[in-house]
């Protein structure tokens, strides 16, 4: 018997850097800050090859951990304190099969594994008996890229099946940002915190211009998953002021929003300019005044010199980067040639999912003896790219299993939403003044295509064909604030929208580019073409505030606002006798907006909430032009869905106040539903279907909006 063959790559890289500083004296300044930064790259392949062996195993597997911790401590009559951590990882991993042949009697597999654990901190403080100010900054950037592939390659043949294939790229991130930072002066006190991640990753899995034939299965598997947390908290306190004001930013395949910009990097020379100033300068210097390391024999300038130019990161251009990281599981012919014949025993499957576990806190809190003034922004904007497709002059038979194409998103913990934004914040003083936001934009592509010159064939009775869309994130926010003093006033506002699109295709719309028109041939088994979109998206807000003079405006929106599209498009042959087929888009939008807000005065009070929920999601099942469809039965279903509990839109809104003199009150709330279904059948198209055809669009939708308030006026009270 043949013994089998192993071809494997393993890196494992870690650091812990950790940077303490502390500073007293009349007047006491410390800076301190840790930089660590990851470029590996771990190979494992095969180039123009030829095996036989009884099995193949070519394996990359890649691990970084980060531990970057700065700290800052000062003391003195005015103290001063700023504390950096930044951490970079652009791995590349790759395990391929470029070229050759491969015959082995049983499993072949290509398997690239990535996994990174970053954690970030940045702690400061700051004590004078005048003045004390306090900032702390942890950024965190994933760039890295994660493929498995075989390229121009043979596995198995016609004659000599081998056992099975399987090509697989995972890639696993795990963060923890911490930015946290407190301020306290006889006469003013000033904290500032602000923590940024942002993850780019590519993710893909790819059999290209090859020909592959086994007794077993064929799978083709990208699968991400990210479990992100990310908090900032400042606290300040003063005899006269207080000043207090966290931000925390988290982003996925997404660049910075205009908002995020202007809250991480104000002005273009905020938080981030300085974390990048830090970074991207020479971290070991030999100057008498500012040096942190002498020459020796065994460490000359050159050592320096290199160490610097290899250690420094662009913390603002890496966060500021155009997007570009996906998963992608793909079977792709580049030349229009015959040589991409995919012949499996058993099941074809072709799967791109990404779950994720993301969750943004951030805390703002400040008194002032005079004046307290407090804010807290939290920030997170998702954007995956996820796709399971098919491209070119491709052959894929099944003989006994399925053939499956599925790209989906969804939650990494059941019980948990997959993205998650919570800011708090408080501030109280003669004057207290709050400001709260948290914001969620979720906008995924997800697309399962059976590409255009594409012939899939299943030879079983049993055996079905199955194109598999799927967008099941779902996203929160929650903001709340309070404000305390003789005169306070609060904001708080929280926004969580979801939009994108999930698309299932069989063929291509634009049918002239064509190289081969796409053919499903089945043998009694179905055809399924699936879009759905599970949109739950929930905001809330709380406001609260107390004084002699008190107001509050509290604001909760929630949307959802994307496509669910199924689509058999043009010049698409289904060959089917006796099976059903089945053409479905569905959206369940479940949009929940709820806004609270309570003031409590001795002589004005005034508060006002406002709440929104809008669902206006789409659902299109489509048939194009110039189609051949035989088959038992044709179903063409456009829907929009009932969520299991609860309304498709609700808004809840209260605003309570009451003072001993004046007291007004006013709540909004509004809920709606412009959800579009549509079911359609274009010309030119050739049906031989000996049982049922159904085409039907269907918009189940269900709506509440409620206020209610409580306003109490000694001399007027004003309610709406």
Known sequence: AKGAATVKARSSQGVSSIVVGAAGGAVAVVGSGSVAKFTSTTEAYSDDAVWRVGALDIRADHDSVFLVAGGGLAAGGVAGSGTFAVGLDTSTTEARVDGGAVDADGQVNVMADSSTEMRTWAIGGAGGGAAGIAGAVAVGIIDSTTSAKVVDSRVGSAADRSGGLAVQATDSVVTESRAGVAAVGGIGGAGAGASVTKIDNTTTATIQDSNVHVDNDIAVTARAERNLSNAAVAAAAGGTVGIGGAVAVTVMNAGLSSDASGEADKDNNGTLSKANAFSSGDQLKTGDDDGNISTGSNFSHSDITRINASGKVSAKGSVNAAPDGSTRATVVDTANTAANTLRAGGNIRITASEKDKVDVLVGGGALGGIAGVGAAVGVLDVRHDVRATTDGAITLRADTGDIELDASTGRLEAGTAAVNVKSYQAAGGLVGVGAAVATADLANTVVAKLGDGTQATVGSAAGDVRVLAGDAMDASAHAEGYAVGVVAAGIVIARADKAGSSTAQIGEADSTTQAAATAVTLGGG?????????????????????????????????????????????????????????????????????????????????????????????????????????????????????????????????????????????????????????????GSNSFAISGSTSLTASNQTRQTAETSGVTIGGLLAIGA
């Open 526 to 682: 179905a055809l399924a073409v699936e879009s759905t979109r599970g949109d739950a998206v929930s905001a809330s807000s709380k406001a609260g505030s107390g004084g002699v003079a008190a107001g509050s405006g509290s604001e909760a929106t929630a949307s959802a606002t994307g496509a669910a599209r199924a689509t058999i498009a043009d010049r698409v042959t289904v060959n089917a006798p006796g099976s059903a087929i089945s053409v479905a888009a569905r959206s369940t939008p479940k949009v929940s907006a709820v806004s609270r807000g309570y003031n409590g005065s001795l002589a004005v009070s005034i508060g006002v909430s406002l709440a929104e929920a809008t669902a206006a999601t789409q659902s299109y099942a489509t048939m194009g032009r110039n189609n051949s469809i035989t088959a038992g039965s044709l179903s063409l279903n456009a829907a929009t869905l009932l969520p299991t509990l609860g309304e498709t839109a609700y808004s809840y809104a209260n605003a309570t106040g009451g003072s001993l003199l004046v007291g007004a009150n006013g709540s909004d709330s509004w809920a709606g539903s412009t959800s579009l279904v549509n079911a359609t059948v274009g």
